[in-house]
């Protein structure tokens, strides 16, 4: 079965450059999430999308910004890069139901690393 | 104080072992939990979900006590592939993102 895919899966970049990380979530799923984890710590949600409008927001730093277009894939864009901003960025799609939570399936994730 | 607290471990037990992890939550609001599994530089993958009557799936266990705002999962016959980070997950009413727990890692060894 198709899953979620991120690339690139490994990014290196310096401070103060720009990073795009792309995400293409499972077919016909029409919620994106987009979550960061720092080395030894859990998860943080940063942004999501459903039916590529901005759907909720966590702890995400105003230098990145994200969106989902029309085929539903999602972008995340972070500029002014920082050595804090060197993590693994995981992607989540998952279809929204009606009742009852919605199961996250997490792509295989982008780690990023400043220098 | 983070919205759910776990012990983070690591828990270090022989095979053939049961272990149980606890996770508290502070949000009353909670209304979906679960339990996701995490190896090393690996993404979360879903272990189980987690309903108030409990429920159980082959080795694995979950409880929910929405009185104490507290879940657990019990691991009977602990296997070597079980060794992983056990993340206690949560969402609240009407929002789509989950919230993390540290995780607890289990480390089983022979």
């Known amino acids: 079965a198709a899953g979620v895919i991120q690339s690139p899966r490994h990014l290196i970049k310096e401070k103060r450059e720009t990073a795009t990380l792309k995400c293409y979530p499972i077919p016909r799923h029409d919620t994106v999430y987009w979550y960061q984890q720092g080395p030894g710590q859990d ?7 459903y039916e590529k409008m901005q759907s909720d927001k966590g702890s995400i730093p105003d230098r990145f910004s994200a969106q989902q277009f029309s085929d539903y894939h999602s972008e995340l864009n972070m500029s002014s890069l920082e050595l804090g901003d ?30 | ?21 606890n996770c508290t939550y502070s949000n009353s609001a909670s209304q979906s939990f679960f339990w996701y599994r ?9 272990l189980m979900s987690v309903y108030s009557s409990g429920n159980e799936d082959g080795r694995f266990t979950a409880q ?8 657990s999962l019990l691991i009977r016959d602990s296997k070597l592939s079980d060794s992983a980070t056990y993340l206690c997950v949560v969402n609240s009413y009407n929002t789509d993102k989950l919230i993390f727990g540290t995780g607890t890692r289990l480390q089983v060894f022979p």
């Open chain 1, 43 to 49: 998860p943080q949600f940063l942004i999501s999308f």
């Open chain 1, 86 to 115: 060197s993590a693994l960025y995981f992607c989540a799609s998952s279809l929204k139901r009606t009742s009852g939570a919605n199961v996250l399936t997490f792509g295989a994730g982008s780690r990023l690393t400043v220098l």
């Open chain 2, 1 to 21: 104080r983070k919205e759910v607290e776990q012990d983070p471990g690591p828990f270090n037990v022989p095979e053939g072992a049961t272990v149980a992890f």
């Open chain 2, 38 to 46: 995490q190896d090393c530089r690996k993404e979360p993958k879903l």
């Open chain 2, 64 to 71: 929910l006590n929405r009185a104490s705002q507290y879940i």
